[in-house]
């Protein structure tokens, strides 16, 4: 079973930047997807960014594309997402997820993941 732990959220004003952590709790890093989920109240969850951790290509959403980058850190066991120029509509609970085996948009289905944390808060005031 893997454990997924997100970190680094918080509450910030628009145009600030944040960096989220996803700490696994054992060596998950084989040829899979990671990505990062958000949700906003009322709202459907949305894939926001994956990695494919065999090889490290990256797809992003739209909405965040040029403004998040996702990562990893092998040797740690994390993932991140650094989030800048940040807008009041990035507002959300941000999930870490893992296990996905399709890449492009697909990487941005929540469904063909296993694996989830329990998410950290972004706030960002306008």
């Known amino acids: 079973q893997v454990q997924l732990v997100e970190s680094g959220g918080g509450s910030v004003q628009a145009g600030g930047s944040l960096r989220l952590s996803c700490a696994a709790s054992r060596y998950t890093y084989s040829s899979y997807y990671m990505a990062w989920f958000r949700q906003a109240p009322g709202k459907d969850r949305e894939g926001v960014a994956c990695?494919?951790?065999?090889?490290?290509?990256?797809y992003y959403a739209a909405a965040v594309n040029g403004r998040f980058t996702i990562s990893q850190d092998n040797g740690q066991n994390t993932l991140y997402l650094q989030m800048n120029s940040l807008k009041a509509e990035d507002t959300a609970m941000y999930y870490c997820?893992?296990?996905?085996?399709?890449?492009?948009?697909?990487?941005?289905?929540?469904?063909?993941?296993?694996?989830w944390g329990q998410g950290t808060q972004v706030t960002v005031s306008s």
């Open positions: 997820a893992a296990g996905g085996q399709y890449g492009g948009r697909w990487c941005l289905v929540s469904s063909h993941y296993n694996y």
């Open positions: 990695i494919y951790t065999g090889g490290g290509s990256t």
